[in-house]
T-cell receptor, first 114, second 115 residues
Framework: GAGVSQSPSNKVTEKGKDVELRCDPI?????LYWYRQSLGQGLEFLIY????????KSGLPSDRFSAERTGGSVSTLTIQRTQQEDSAVYLC???FGEGPYEQYFGPGTRLTVT | AQSVTQLDSQVPVFEEAPVELRCNYS??????LFWYVQYPNQGLQLLLK??????LVESINGFEAEFNKSQTSFHLRKPSVHISDTAEYFC?????????????FGQGTTLQVKP
């Protein structure tokens, strides 16, 4: 079956612009995660969605970052007023349910802020 | 809060030699432990995990890791590496007995297998 897909694969934007990154999880997976992979910070947790529960936003680095998950499936990560330090690969992962299930990662979106 | 330290950023090794990638964690609560691998130009994928029970866990491609609670370590080992094992390896923890599986990752170790 299809894995986790993310779009776009690459995004170049100017400082101060808003960007939206999309994640399509594996069908039937109720848990969805966003992580960020950057040279200086490694892999960082950003936000977690599980079913209809309130998301765990504890990893979002600032209020410029937000995410939503519509209909328990597709998720969008939005970064407002992008800064150069936002440049990173943004990874989405999904898993079967809450708890320590295997997380299946998408290929990522490489964001470059110029 | 949990944290993970991978002591080596790069590990060069010759083909068929043994290898150990070191991982230590810090946590005041019980944890689940994972190793993820990222092959060149591919996404992250789970290699193995420790949840409970036997402290030695194995992957299908010959890697193993041992949970050592007293030393708060979860080192990854393979007795004989192949060129195809060249990749970046990430150790990760999540809070045990938690209703969230969010992962805290180490900085990663690049394993370079030379012919």
């Amino acid at each position: 079956g299809a894995g986790v897909s993310q779009s776009p694969s690459n995004k170049v934007t100017e400082k101060g612009k808003d960007v939206e990154l999309r994640c399509d999880p594996i069908s039937g997976h109720t848990a969805l995660y966003w992580y960020r992979q950057s040279l200086g910070q490694g892999l960082e947790f950003l936000i977690y969605f599980q079913g209809n529960s309130a998301p765990d936003k504890s990893g979002l680095p600032s209020d410029r970052f937000s995410a939503e998950r519509t209909g328990g499936s597709v998720s969008t990560l939005t970064i407002q007023r992008t800064q150069q330090e936002d440049s990173a690969v943004y990874l989405c992962a999904s898993s079967f349910g809450e708890g320590p299930y295997e997380q299946y990662f998408g290929p990522g979106t490489r964001l470059t802020v110029t | 809060a949990q944290s993970v330290t991978q002591l080596d950023s790069q590990v060069p090794v010759f083909e068929e030699a043994p290898v150990e990638l070191r991982c230590n964690y810090s946590s005041s609560v019980s944890v689940y432990l994972f190793w993820y691998v990222q092959y060149p130009n591919q996404g992250l994928q789970l290699l193995l995990k420790y949840l409970s029970g036997s402290t030695l866990v194995e992957s299908i491609n010959g890697f193993e890791a041992e949970f050592n609670k007293s030393q708060t370590s979860f080192h990854l080992r393979k007795p004989s590496v192949h060129i195809s094992d060249t990749a970046e390896y990430f150790c990760a923890v999540s809070r045990g007995s938690s209703n969230t599986g969010k992962l805290i990752f180490g900085q990663g170790t690049t394993l370079q297998v030379k012919p």
